[in-house]
Structure formats: structure tokens, C-alpha cells
């Protein structure tokens, strides 16, 4: 535990941790309170807001939405490379935002649910920091402070419900957790564990931000976030990967 807290205090900015085994419920914490800058982690909670609201029917994961009536965004992503209207499912879209960050497939599920409407499902989800408060690479919005936020603990709790199948049901639980273990960034959390290990995880990065939360799947389970802001990505992308091996060993050693 010390070795844990002294590798956090040591990297610079601001880092948060969050770490749950699932079978025993140790927890151990470190700002994990604290309100980080979102970058893709964000897209984890939008995901299981649709969830939520194909649950209570107000949508389906097969409705198409016509690509051609939204902007494309840059960053992560393919929609963004295809010149041709096309029209994609909720379940495409959400797939593509998952395992491949596409931040204009993120874009456009904000848009069509609905930032004021999002903000209020996180909290009814139990989340009180972690917010959408603009599209992705709205300019103008974050000019005027409008930003995204994630809190390490709040995360956490989500992925918890999707492990224990309590997420709106026990087969939307798992069909979210698959999502998230078709993951292609691969280079944080999985990259430091023994090979067929498998981890249900969302990372974010953007500068002087580098994010990953996820549910890794040792003979004893465990939930990993890691937060940071305002630090050296390499540097908090090494101590991440280390962090996550230790704490893969301390579930399972």
C-alpha cells in the first residue's frame, strides 16, 4: 500500500485512484473525489445512458441515425475518414465510440439524447461530479467553461453495477462489458498484466490528461481507475501500467 501511495504523490499534477476487489471489497483511494477533466472516459457513462433509455423504451439500439446531419469531429475514430452518407444503429455507434474512442459517434449519441438530459441521468445513476457538459471538440462551449468531468470513485461504481449485473439489467450488464472488452487501446491497463488476462476498459487522453477505468479479470476481479491532469502522460502512463500490475498482483497474487 505504501509503495502504491508513494508512486501516486510522486508524479506530477493531479492523479487519482480507484481500486475495488471484487471479491474481498478492499477498496484503496487517492483523490478519488476529485473532479478530473473527462477526456474519453466520458464515453463510458454515455453508453450505459442509452443502455438506460433503450431499457425503458424510449429507444432502440437498432434505430438508424443518418450520419450526414452531424459534424464530423477529428481525433479517435473512422466515421470522420468516410466521405459517403451513411446511416448507423445506436449499437454501431456505441460500439464504434467504445472500442475505437470515434469521437464523432460520441458526438452525435450526446446529440441525439441531449446534454441537459444526460446531465440529469448521471445523476439519477448516482453521480454527482461526473458531468457532460458539451459535445467533443466544441470550441465554443468549453470557451465558455461548458467541459466534461469524470470522478475515479463515480467510475468506479459504474463499472462495479456492470460487473454484478445490476446495470438496468444482467444482460445489458454483459452485453457492455463485451463492448468494453473489444477495447482496441490496449496500451494501458491490459499492457502490464500476464497474457490472457482479460480487462473491460475505457481510456482517455488528451494533454497533460491520460485516463483508464476498467474491470479486470484475474481469478479474483477487480475494478482499476486511474485519473490524471495537468501531468506528464508518459510518465503517468508508466506509473499506470505498473499501478495496475501491482494491483493485479495484490487481487490475485
Known sequence: MDKIFEMLKELPGTIGLY????????EICYNEDVAFTAASVIKLPIMMDVYKRVDAGEMSLSDLLDMKDFKKVGGCGAISSIDEDISLSLKSLIRLMITISDNTATNVLIRHVGVERLKQSFVEMGMEKTQVGRELYDMEAAGRGMNNY???KEIGGLLEALYNGTFV??????EMIDILKAQQICHKIPDSLPPGVAVANKTGEVGGVTHDAGIVYGERPFVFVFASMETDTSLANQALRKLARICYDRSNG
Open 150 to 152: 469524470i470522478v475515479p
Open 19 to 26: 481500486y475495488k476487489d471484487m471479491t474481498s471489497g478492499e
Open 169 to 174: 439489467s444482467k444482460a445489458a450488464s454483459d
